[in-house]
């Protein structure tokens, strides 16, 4: 079993904010990686380290973390943002990685 | 610009050995921190990392594939290539390479190739 955890699905309305939780123990010690991935394509890398965007990934998504939980918000969603997202760090030994089993954002 | 580019076959028999290359352009793996790591994602599931390796020929793999799986990289030719042995249908899924940062991040991701296994 993964040893992050995300909620299955979440919805929004346009131009509101949305927060997608990952938990997971390593998490106190890891940062989370975040991951959009829309329908047929591969993923893209929104959000690394503490709180970093890739050149191109608008800066309406960003990264936080509390404890065991780390967190992507979208604030002022877009249409374009619907899409499933994966939470990625390593496990509990720092040895491997892992991902969790994503959760889908449906924009109303 | 950098890119991944999976290839391999599309079909293997139950009891086959897979196996894939990743080839690459843009970067070195002869660069430190650089690793490249292979995923993959049953239809309609979720993503699953299986191995990654690094620059310095440090090889990380899946906790529960770790005795089917085997990593190599040739940094001349720019290719990373993945083995998994005893395939079976549980194993049909889009496989992809993604250069990876230190071994906790994926920047830059391949296209992905579907492997089915059937008989």
């Known amino acids: 079993s993964s040893e992050l955890t995300q909620d299955p699905a979440v919805s929004v309305a346009l131009g509101q904010t949305v927060r997608i939780t990952c938990q997971g123990d390593s998490l106190r010690s890891y940062y989370a990686t975040w991951y959009q991935q829309k329908p047929g394509q591969a993923p893209v890398l929104v959000i690394y380290g503490k709180n970093n965007r890739p050149s191109g990934i608008p800066d309406r998504f960003s990264g936080s973390s509390s404890g065991n939980t780390a967190s992507l918000t979208i604030t002022g969603a877009q249409a374009e943002d619907e899409a499933d997202y994966y939470c990625h760090s390593r496990d509990s030994s720092g040895n491997h990685l892992v991902f969790a089993t994503g959760t889908k954002v449906t924009v109303l | 610009q950098i890119t991944l580019k999976e290839s391999g076959p599309m079909l293997v028999k139950p009891t086959q050995t897979l196996t894939l290359t990743c080839t690459f352009s843009?970067?070195?793996?002869?660069?430190?921190?650089?690793?490249v790591g292979w995923i993959r994602q049953p239809p309609g599931k979720a993503l699953e990392w299986l191995a990654l390796i690094n620059w310095n020929d440090d090889k990380r793999y899946s906790p529960s594939l770790r005795s089917r799986l085997t990593i190599t990289k040739d940094t001349s030719k720019n290719q990373v290539v993945l083995t998994m042995t005893n395939m079976d249908p549980v194993d049909t899924a889009t496989y992809y390479c993604?250069?990876?940062?230190?071994?906790?991040?994926?920047?830059?991701w391949g296209q992905g190739t579907l492997v089915t296994v059937s008989s």
């Open positions: 993604a250069h990876g940062v230190y071994g906790d991040y994926f920047r830059y």
């Open positions: 843009g970067f070195s793996l002869s660069t430190t921190g650089v690793g």
